[in-house]
T-cell receptor, first 117, second 113 residues
C-alpha cells in the first residue's frame, strides 16, 4: 500500500514568486492536513481538508492556501514568497476527520523542501 | 487548547543503555497522544499512539510509552538503545473530533557507540 506522496521533493524559488505543492494521500484516506516545519518554529499546523472542504486552519497569513480534489488529492499554494517561507512542508492523511476511532492514525509524507532565495 | 512540552532538546545515551524521552501534555479534553520519529531528510514516522485503550502503549522498533494522567506525562522509553535509533523524536497531542496535531519542539537523540 503506497504511503503519502508529496511532489516535488525539493524546489528553489525566488522571493515574490508563488509555489504549488502537491500531496496524494494513502488510498482510501479522505482527510488531508498540511504542516510547516522550520528550525525556529518547529512543526506548525497549516490547514486540514476533508471532502474537498477546509475544516481547520492554523495561524498563517492568507498567502498560504490549499484545496482538496474529489479524489482526496490536495495542493497547497504559497503566494508572494518570503525568505521566511523556506521550510519543509509536510502533508499528512488519515481515514476519518472525527475521532474517537482508535484506527484514525495520521500518516505523514516525506515532505517538500522549499528554499526561497 | 492543547500543548505538549518535551524536556530536553538533546539527549545522548550509550548504545545498549535505556532511552528515556520526556513529554508532558496539557489538554482540556481527554487527549490522544503520539510519538513520531524523524530521520534526517525524511518525513515523520509514527512510533506509537495513545487513544485511551491502554495506558502502556507498545510501538515499533522496541519503543513504548506510558500514559500517566496524574503526572500529565507520556514519556517514551526503550530498554536498550541501538545506533539506528539516532533521530529526532516528536511528541504530539490532538483532541477528540480534531485531526490537528500540536507538536512539541522535538528531542534529538544521539547514540554513543
Amino acid at each position: 500500500k503506497a504511503g503519502v506522496t508529496q511532489t516535488p521533493r525539493y524546489l528553489i524559488k525566488t522571493r515574490g514568486q508563488q509555489v504549488t505543492l502537491s500531496c496524494s494521500p494513502i488510498s482510501g484516506h479522505r482527510s488531508v492536513s498540511w504542516y510547516q516545519q522550520t528550525p525556529g518554529q518547529g512543526l506548525q499546523f497549516l490547514f486540514e481538508y476533508f471532502s474537498e472542504t477546509q475544516r481547520n486552519k492554523g495561524n498563517f497569513p492568507g498567502r498560504f492556501s490549499g484545496r482538496q480534489f474529489s479524489n482526496s488529492r490536495s495542493e497547497m499554494n504559497v503566494s508572494t514568497l518570503e525568505l521566511g517561507d523556506s521550510a519543509l512542508y509536510l502533508c499528512a492523511s488519515s481515514l476519518y476527520l472525527r475521532r474517537p476511532f482508535s484506527g484514525n492514525t495520521i500518516y505523514f509524507g516525506e515532505g517538500s523542501w522549499l528554499t526561497v532565495v | 487548547a492543547q500543548s505538549v512540552t518535551q524536556l530536553g532538546s538533546h539527549v545522548s545515551v550509550s548504545e545498549g543503555a535505556l532511552v528515556l524521552l520526556r513529554c508532558n501534555y496539557s489538554s482540556s479534553v481527554p487527549p490522544y497522544l503520539f510519538w513520531y520519529v524523524q530521520y534526517p531528510n525524511q518525513g515523520l514516522q509514527l512510533l506509537l499512539k495513545y487513544t485511551s485503550a491502554a495506558t502502556l502503549v507498545k510501538g515499533i522498533n522496541g519503543f513504548e510509552a506510558e500514559f500517566k494522567k496524574s503526572e500529565t506525562s507520556f514519556h517514551l522509553t526503550k530498554p536498550s538503545a541501538h545506533m539506528s535509533d539516532a533521530a529526532e523524536y516528536f511528541c504530539a497531542v490532538s483532541g477528540a473530533g480534531n485531526e490537528k496535531l500540536t507538536f512539541g519542539t522535538g528531542t534529538r537523540l544521539t547514540i554513543i557507540p
